[in-house]
């Protein structure tokens, strides 16, 4: 069973960092495009980056510059470093994995709540 768990969320004053973790139990992890996504109360889930098996990565406007997606096959383990927060970045933050070219084919995980104080 593919399971996908998130930590690392809380609060944070605005400029300040976080950084969320996504532990996987996916096999084999190398190969898969693992991404994070972002959903505010009352609006909808978001893409906010993903890093694809063979090393690239896609960031969302909004977050490119301040926000880094890493991962570590070894470990099986995705990251997003979050820096310059802004209070617009206030999101439960879901840690998914695509599949068949689909992220809504692929696992989800039950996501971490990212609260940025102005």
């Known amino acids: 069973q593919v399971q996908l768990v998130e930590s690392g969320g809380g609060l944070v004053q605005a400029g300040g960092s976080l950084r969320l973790s996504c532990e996987a139990s996916?096999?084999?992890?190398?190969?898969?495009?693992m991404g994070w996504f972002r959903q505010a109360a009352g609006k909808e889930r978001e893409f906010v980056a993903d890093?694809?098996?063979?090393?690239?990565?896609n960031y969302a406007d909004s977050v490119k510059g301040r926000f880094t997606i890493s991962r570590d096959n070894t470990k099986k383990m995705v990251y997003l470093q979050m820096n310059s927060l802004k209070p617009e970045d206030t999101a439960v933050y879901y840690c998914a994995s695509k599949y068949g070219g689909s992220w809504s084919s692929g696992s989800w995980g039950q996501g971490t709540q990212v609260t940025v104080a102005s």
């Open positions: 996916i096999r084999p992890f190398s190969t898969m495009t």
């Open positions: 890093f694809s098996w063979n090393g690239s990565t």
